[in-house]
């Protein structure tokens, strides 16, 4: 496979950059953007992964995260891959919740998505390779993270994963897509209508399965529009409660799930994750 | 006047607004963005103006400037006009360093720009006025700063209104429009050929003409494409030099012309605003 590079920046004294690839997972091109910290020469760093919510690319986060200057005071490398496969022979939708820009890190059954939708292969095999050998990061000390469908990534990747991720966190996740509008039409029309396949895809699902996180931080806006109807973080407290599992779950007075919401508390998230990453 | 708000978000724990108006000044509507940090009831806090450049809206200083942070520490006020004026009845030129995104904060006095291209009275006049109106600022603390295009905006508003700004600092700055391509465009287009008439819109001419700020802080990429040609930082520092003026003038080694550079060096200007406009 060969990495091109689409462009690098030089930020917060590392560098800033964004490549393509062939991918085997979508049987498409995709591209991703990672944030190298400046370091000593032959040092391998921790890397934590971020997985964006719906509509975005890899930009989004790489625009408006805010995320350089705290990766750059504690030496964390930072990965954002895009969030479906994308292109002119890829099936898409009208809706802005599902098809292009909404590939819920699911591996698709259902024609004509199982072609190319296949995120949860890419973000959990193929680029997790692909950033091993091309950049300097300790394997041994990953992290994830996302925001709402992203979110929702993060969670269920590190709880099918146990102890690959030495942290995790989710910045308004949706975190039962089964008991959601934009997870229901999703997981219906990439995995198909039999609900115990959809399971895996969920995360209160998960832990009431028996899955654990050794730790979890959630952040949570009050004022997101989307609170009630999708992201329902009451639940996932509700399954932590009664599974018994450790988990900070911040809610947030007037905080929407704007990037505005995001950027004010990714500083403390890239800590969290220095301080478990680092440890 | 009426200011209708677009929209408004909490971000590190102030609010990020984006508000539109009707203007004078351009005899268009005319949108802006203001970040206002959290605040005792009833305070005046200082407010920093950043002029943005080529081909920018108010948004993209506001998505990806990184400002909101070192803002909300030293309770300072950020406002981004837009670059131009904007609308069906507004001409345009094809060039991207010219008409719409392109205003120079100049007033132009050729047809057809000189209906709507009044961007030095919107920004020196009409803005400030509406901004003392509807925010809490204190008028008698008011810094200004700017990138490129909006660099050149930063320093000749502040060298022709001597004692209004109390801090004025500037990203990548066009130095001297006389003697670039950019500026050359701009000022024949706008104002004409008659080259007596431009140096109200050089610094570096304006410095020569006697015009001083008691200091300026101005950061420059090293690996920026446009500085040969373009911004030609050392005549800024050849002009300064020759006055005997102070201002820290600092060459950043691999830096380019992006947001990744301004970014990277954003909360070190608010600090040094800070300390002037709280002196």
Redesign the interface.
């Known amino acids: 496979m060969t990495l091109e590079t689409v462009s690098e920046?030089?930020?917060?004294?590392g560098c800033?950059g964004v490549y393509s690839h062939q991918s085997e997972a979508t049987g498409t091109g995709m591209t991703f953007a990672v944030y190298v910290p400046d370091h000593v020469a032959g040092a391998k760093l921790p890397v934590l992964f971020y997985l964006s919510g719906l509509t975005c690319t890899h930009a989004n986060v790489m625009?408006?995260g805010?995320y350089?200057?705290a990766c750059a005071e504690h030496g964390i490398i930072f990965v954002c891959p895009d969030t479906s496969p994308r292109g002119d022979d890829v099936p898409d939708d009208e809706g802005y919740d599902f098809g292009t820009g909404a590939g819920f890190y699911v591996n698709a059954t259902e024609a004509p998505w199982s072609q190319h939708y296949h995120m949860r292969r890419y973000v959990e095999e193929e680029l997790p390779a692909i950033i091993a050998k091309h950049f300097p990061v300790d394997m041994e000390r990953q992290g994830i993270t996302g925001h709402s469908m992203g979110g929702h990534g993060a969670l269920t990747i590190s709880l099918r994963n146990p102890g690959r991720y030495k942290s995790t966190s989710a910045f308004a996740p949706i975190v039962s897509p089964m008991n959601c509008p934009w997870g229901e039409k999703a997981l219906t029309g990439y995995i198909g209508a039999d609900k115990a396949a959809w399971r895996e895809y969920d995360a209160c699902a998960l832990i009431e399965d028996g899955a654990r996180l050794p730790d979890l931080l959630v952040d949570q806006?009050h004022?997101d529009n989307f609170l009630e109807e999708q992201l329902k973080t009451h639940l996932l407290d509700e399954a932590v409660t009664k599974a018994g599992m450790d988990a900070t779950i911040r809610l947030h007075e007037?905080?929407?799930h704007?990037?505005?919401?995001i950027?004010?508390f990714m500083?403390d998230h890239i800590a969290w994750h220095a301080a478990k990453l680092k440890a």
């Open positions: 920046a030089k930020a917060f004294g800033q625009e408006k805010e350089r200057k806006g004022a007037g905080y929407d704007s990037y505005f919401f950027s004010t500083a």
